[in-house]
């Protein structure tokens, strides 16, 4: 049988995305799904996922040490079936390598799982405390909630 395969997108691939990896492959079957997560920007490529990410997947139970920092390009499009970006401008930058009506189409604002059509953006906590880090993981872990829902 076929993987399905999912895609995390923010922009420096440390904060946001290795966290949305984290949190959906412990939800679903590894066996039936390829979860991976990139950046569109390219200043962390083949770095770990920020030490404060780290922690907080590490409160809940998710290892998401060992994940290493890549760019987006527009391969994805072709090795993935859902690609969930993290906010507008992620969303911006992931179309504008879109070739195809297929590919765009594969593209969505991951909190439109909880809020359909609102464009609501998962906050970039780069620059804030640590408290910015565990409401970005509340808000992943109610939309990978979804996303498995509607793959499950
Ligand atoms: P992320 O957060 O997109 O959630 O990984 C960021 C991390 C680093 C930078 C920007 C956003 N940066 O500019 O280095």
Partial sequence: MNKT???????GNICRSPLAEGILRNKLDINKFTIDSTGTGNWHVGNPPDK???AVAKKYGIDISG????????LDYQ???HIYVMDSSNLENVLALAESKEDRAKVSMILDTLFPG????VPDPYYGGDDGFEQVYAMLDEACDVIKQRHT
């Fill in 52 to 54: 404060r990410s780290v």
């Fill in 67 to 74: 994940l290493r920092g890549r760019q987006f390009t527009s």
């Fill in 118 to 121: 609102e464009k609501v953006d």
């Fill in 79 to 81: 090795n993935f079936d």
């Fill in 5 to 11: 395969k999912i895609l995390m997108v923010c922009l």
